[in-house]
């Protein structure tokens, strides 16, 4: 697949799909539910409710749909196809994107109780 077969495909379509991002904040509440971990579930409903509140920024925005591309396209630092270490750089992009998303969450979170 090359780049124009990959910006004219399916999961690029649904990526410009304004009803796609409602569907998924839609779904959020049953599959959070489905999970047993407490942490992981507060740390989720923290980020869905910084990424929906308004107050996140454009950058943080850009971040998340340009981590979302890398992981799904075929274009990658480290081809797919290689045992381990081909996932393993997308793992590393979700983690760091995520991991930043969330601090940033947590802190808009306290201080929205010091307000």
């Known amino acids: 697949m090359d780049l ?13 799909d304004p009803h796609a991002r409602h ?16 942490d992981l579930v507060a740390r989720a409903k923290r980020l869905k409710e910084y990424l929906t509140s308004g107050r996140c920024s454009t950058g943080d925005v ?9 992981l799904i396209s075929p274009l990658d630092a480290v081809p797919d ?12 992009v979700a983690a760091l994107v995520l991991g930043y998303l969330d601090r940033k969450a947590a802190i808009r979170f306290e201080q929205q109780f010091d307000d």
């Not at 124009?4 to 410009?16: E, G, I, N, P, Y």
């Open 4 to 16: 124009r077969q990959f910006t004219d495909s399916t999961w690029c379509r649904m990526a410009a």
């Open 81 to 92: 196809f290689i045992p381990f270490a081909g996932w393993l750089d997308d793992v590393s």
């Open 23 to 38: 569907q998924v904040v839609a779904q959020l509440p049953e599959w959070l539910d489905k999970i047993r971990c407490s």
């Open 62 to 70: 850009i971040l998340v749909v340009a981590a979302l591309l890398y």
